[in-house]
């Protein structure tokens, strides 16, 4: 018996409307978990990854062991740092999220030290000739001047974390990676190719969403330009 003509899913087309209305709540519910893994890890990450970058900034001896730890951990397999972590988080979405903090403290801390090294000097001097303490000096200062390489990192953090996210579904914990590892598995063309572009989407739109924040809180950037 031949699958009729107008069938997509039975005919296991890549491009199929039939599955995007009959899956809906199903891939709705991938969407919301990866958004959730890659918010949740990134947003962990930059918290952890500001003091790394102030205290590499600091004090110099800090530098290079900090940047030598967070880049060996970049190196690390995906499937081996998943296995590392296994004995502490289990078969559990924190494993996955742990994981992506990891990944992204390379990207972060490298760019947010980046950032702070570059502020001129000179603006130091003058911003302690006017009273200002460490803490102001950094919070009121350094930082704000540091934001856009700073930006620049978690960009490209975020959009790691997207395509990284996808290695949960070995945990059963990947967002749309389920779908491409489920699909994959039972060779669902609609379902791999659906959740695939799926993903580009998400990464392409949290860039421009955090493109959009770096211009808003960095204005003199768009005037230095002018």
């Known amino acids: 018996m031949t699958a009729p003509p107008d069938d997509c899913l039975a005919r296991n087309e890549w491009i199929c409307g039939e599955y995007l209305s009959t899956r809906r709540q199903i891939i709705l519910d991938a969407v919301l978990q990866h958004l959730e893994l890659t918010a949740g890890s990134v947003l962990i990450a930059l918290v952890i990854a500001v003091p790394l970058a102030v205290v590499a900034r600091r004090w110099a001896l800090a530098a290079g062991p900090v940047l030598a730890l967070t880049t060996i951990l970049y190196t690390i397999p995906s499937l081996a740092m998943f296995s590392l972590l296994l004995p502490v988080y289990g078969l559990s979405a924190s494993l996955v999220v742990a994981g992506l903090v990891l990944y992204s ?119 230095a330009r002018a």
């Open 105 to 223: 403290l390379t990207l972060l801390v490298r760019n947010i030290l980046a950032g702070l090294r570059a502020v001129p000097d000179d603006t130091r001097q003058a911003a302690r000739g006017m009273g200002y303490g460490p803490i102001r000096l950094l919070l009121t200062v350094e930082l704000p001047l540091a934001l856009p390489a700073a930006m620049a990192g978690l960009r490209i953090a975020t959009v790691s974390a997207v395509s990284l996210a996808t290695v949960g579904a070995i945990v059963g914990f990947g967002g749309l990676g389920n779908l491409i590892y489920a699909g994959m598995n039972t060779y669902f063309k609609a379902q791999v190719l659906t959740a695939s572009v799926l993903c580009v989407v998400i990464a392409v739109l949290a860039d421009l969403l955090l493109l959009g924040v770096q211009r808003i809180l960095t204005p003199w950037t768009r005037a």
